[in-house]
């Protein structure tokens, strides 16, 4: 442990370093870096995240109860998969149908011009936009694919209406209704080595 520890604080500096030195670059590093922390990842680190992936409300000493550690050491290792951000956050999930949400829309744009400036001033001014979960930035035929949560059809036109069709660099945009979502998951496969 006292390795990995050693290893975290010189990838946290390397990183402060290289985060406004150039974009590609930090992203490539941090790459290399995200493999390698999982190498240094053992089976009670991935039976923990694949637990809380399950379901984030068990309490740390249930979830030393189901891998076989003590309190201390599951609760320092969840700490420390934390600080790594391997663990974002803890968030509830919810019924969007239940809460009269209907309508999903995938809806692929493509920008008019993609020089950097008018890139960063379509994805600052859609995501403000609450009805906009997901923004996906896309090589191929579009620039990006959005999810777009409605009420209804006619939530989602006046939302395109108002919305997609006054923002200037968009050229195109193209909509496709989910008419049944047949796996909806926010769980990813983990090798439990």
Request: charged share 25%; hydrophobic share 40%; proline share 1%.
């Amino acid at each position: 442990m006292q390795r990995y520890n050693i290893y975290v604080t010189w990838q946290s500096e390397i990183l402060k370093k290289l985060k406004n030195f150039n974009h590609w670059l930090f992203s490539f590093i941090l790459n290399i870096f995200v493999r390698i922390q999982i190498q240094f990842m053992d089976a009670k680190d991935r039976m923990i995240l694949s637990i809380i992936q399950e379901d984030s409300t068990f309490s740390v000493k249930e979830i030393s109860e189901k891998i076989g550690l003590t309190f201390t050491p599951t609760y320092e290792r969840i700490k420390q998969l934390e600080k790594q951000g391997i663990i974002e956050k803890y968030v509830g999930l919810l019924n969007r149908e239940k809460l009269g949400l209907n309508i999903v829309v995938y809806c692929n744009v493509r920008l008019k011009e993609q020089s950097k400036k008018v890139l960063e001033t379509f994805e600052k001014n859609i995501m403000q936009h609450d009805e906009v979960q997901e923004i996906i930035s896309l090589s191929g035929e579009y620039d990006y694919m959005l999810k777009i949560i409605a009420k209804d059809i006619n939530s989602y036109n006046d939302f395109t209406v108002n919305v997609i069709s006054n923002i200037p660099s968009i050229g195109q945009y193209h909509s496709s209704i989910v008419l049944h979502e047949v796996k909806k998951s926010t769980k990813f496969k983990i090798d439990l080595g």
